[in-house]
């Protein structure tokens, strides 16, 4: 167990890339490229230094992320050197996108992120091909990225196991080949690596399991450099997951305000940001965040967007992580 003296955090708000792959087209006069730039820079005041903002994914799946919609909102942001912003890209077309809209770091000097699965079963239904495709084109996306300067970070989805929906059953990750991908990615310049529970399948004795059994295989190398991405349906039992990482040693944290998005194959929240950010307070962790702030940010969201926008709650592979 790490030691539980004061520390800090670094806490990646997810919630305009996860809500706004929600977001149905019928919404989108509400779900403006400028109110989510508003957004993104109210989340910066408060404090946020790491942010998910955009997915070069295909507007079939998320309306919300068409290319015109895309380019508005980094505009209406500019250019933002002391802020981590995370655009998520699946696969070369959308690393094609990512270029095209001056993404890397001669435009707005967006992180680009890589996500794919732990388990075949989900690979296939989130990205609609086999994992060994999925990792042999990153690997050729993230050799041409290194050329242009261009920072990587990845996140493994289904880390803590996947949910068949036709059978029930719960597939486990081989965790032996999680760190070899992780060993791979690291090896390739990418910087940081988010591991998923997507579904929310494990609960506290789980993830410490899981997360103990990864970081024993890694022999303590890169603890700083791993994350946690919490799904659940009960954003208490995303946090008091998120509490047995931490205690383990992770640093990390991905969380949405009020707890919004989610996935196609499972649970649709996350970890409520003000909550991980008061759960932190009361531990004695530095966030580096206004938490009076991001709780009314996170009462203005849920009055301006998520009372009046109903979320697609079935939507094709290729979604995310």
């Known amino acids: 167990m790490a030691d539980r003296k004061a520390d800090s955090v670094t806490i990646t708000d997810v919630t305009l890339r996860e809500f706004g792959q929600n977001v149905p087209a019928t919404h989108l006069h509400i779900f403006t490229p400028g109110i989510r730039a508003k957004i993104a820079s109210e989340l ?52 094609k996108t990512f270029r095209s809209l001056g993404l890397g770091p001669d435009g707005y000097n967006h992180i680009m992120g890589i996500f794919f699965s732990a388990v075949e079963a989900h690979n296939l239904a989130n990205l609609g091909r086999p994992l060994k495709e999925t990792v042999e084109e990153y690997r050729t996306i993230i050799r041409d990225a290194s050329l242009r300067h261009i920072r990587v970070v990845a996140y493994i989805s289904a880390a803590f196991g996947y949910m068949d929906s036709k059978t029930g059953v719960i597939v486990r990750a081989d965790l032996d080949h999680v760190n070899r991908n992780m060993d791979l990615f690291f090896d390739l310049g990418v910087r940081t690596i988010t591991l998923s529970d997507l579904q929310g399948v494990a609960d506290e004795g789980e993830t410490a399991e899981i997360l103990e059994t990864i970081l024993e295989l890694r022999k303590g190398s890169d603890r700083d450099r791993i994350g946690y991405h919490p799904h659940h349906i009960s954003g208490d039992q995303a946090l ?51 938490e009076k702030g991001v709780f009314a940010l996170a009462e203005k969201v849920q009055r301006e967007l998520y009372s009046r926008i109903p979320l697609s709650r079935s939507l094709p592979a290729e979604k995310g992580k």
């Open 240 to 290: 008091a997951n998120s509490k047995v990482a931490f205690d383990l040693g992770i640093r990390r944290f991905d969380a949405s305000l009020g707890g919004t998005g989610g996935c196609i194959t499972g649970a649709p929240g996350n970890q409520p940001t003000e909550k991980l950010v008061q759960l932190f307070g009361r531990l004695g962790v530095e966030t580096g965040l206004n």
């Open 44 to 95: 910066m005041d408060a404090g946020f230094r790491s942010l998910e903002v955009l997915s070069c994914i295909s507007p079939k799946v998320a309306p919300a992320m068409n290319e015109d919609a895309l380019r508005k909102v980094s505009t209406d942001l500019g250019r933002v050197d002391d802020v981590n912003i995370i655009t998520l890209v699946p696969n070369l077309a959308g690393y």
